[in-house]
């Protein structure tokens, strides 16, 4: 059997360039408090990425550049439906101090391994573990 989606979702894995390596920013959810990616319904006058820096910049309070390349998409079943999720990829140009839930949400930078060993997801796990080697051919 075939399931339909009943919604769309889209978001970012936010990434700054370190000496050590690329790092990976994690905010946590609402409710449970676990380590998650920023992401949102896609808005009817956005493009799936577009809607997704929106999320990131109101949940997390980073900027990004406006280059991007998708990295994948996962299903999540939520209490109101079946969701399709886009991932993309998303470099952090500014991170601000002040954002609309700053006060609802906790950030934190990890390196690859600790952030894929963080979320509870397979798929966003293993876009964070693949992000290295697509950055490189992507900015080549």
């Known amino acids: ?6 919604f769309n979702q889209s978001g970012v894995i936010p990434y700054r360039k370190t000496p050590d390596g690329l790092e990976i920013l994690l905010i946590t959810s609402l409710k449970k408090k676990k380590w998650i990616i920023p992401k949102g319904y ?12 929106k999320e990131a910049l109101e949940e997390a309070g980073i900027i990004g550049a406006n280059e991007t390349f998708e990295l994948g998409a996962f299903e999540n079943l ?9 991932v993309f990829a998303m470099q952090v140009i500014d991170v601000l101090d002040d954002y609309p839930e700053k006060d609802r949400r906790k950030r934190k930078w990890f390196n690859l391994k600790e952030a894929a060993a963080s979320v509870d ?15 490189k051919r992507n900015t080549a």
């Open 121 to 135: 997801i397979p798929a966003v796990s293993s876009m964070i573990m693949s992000l290295e080697l697509k950055v």
């Open 1 to 6: 059997m075939k399931l339909e989606f009943n």
């Open 42 to 53: 896609i808005e009817f006058n956005l493009s799936a990425f577009e809607s997704a820096k």
């Open 78 to 86: 939520k209490s109101i439906g079946l969701c399709h999720v886009k």
